[in-house]
Nanobody, 123 residues
Framework: VQLQASGGGLVQAGDSLRLSCAAY????????MGWFRQAPGKEREFVAA????????IYADSINGRFTISRDAAKNTVDLQMGSLKPEDTAVYYC?????????????????WGQGTLVTVSS
């Protein structure tokens, strides 16, 4: 499967932004689709994930209710609605597919990655 992330941009603190990930190919029912981010000079970190089969959504503690992940099985898309953005949310955001169906926050369990989309939040 090929993943293509889009929707990044430059916003101000407090703004909202919606990222979208289009999947080209089959997403199997046991997969987990996730969003990760990597800030300059930092390691890539887990942001949110959604199970394809039963739409269970999981978030990193740092998100604190500001983001919402969603998926559209008919369109093969996974979106990340981000709100109350902060400068520390500045990063390249990646969508990814976990074909194992477990360990949603472990990036090593994700086999497919999109190219990333840059989100810059100014103060």
């Amino acid at each position: 499967v090929q993943l293509q992330a889009s929707g990044g941009g430059l916003v101000q603190a407090g703004d909202s932004l919606r990222l979208s990930c289009a999947a080209y190919g089959t997403i199997y029912s046991n997969w987990i689709m996730g969003w990760f981010r990597q800030a300059p000079g930092k390691e890539r970190e887990f942001v949110a994930a959604v199970t394809w089969r039963n739409y269970k959504r999981i978030y990193a503690d740092s998100i604190n209710g500001r983001f919402t992940i969603s998926r559209d099985a008919a369109k093969n898309t996974v979106d990340l609605q981000m709100g109350s953005l902060k400068p520390e949310d500045t990063a390249v955001y990646y969508c990814a597919a976990n074909t194992n169906g477990y360990d949603h926050s472990n990036l090593e369990k994700y086999s497919y990655w999109g190219q990333g989309t840059l989100v810059t939040v100014s103060s």
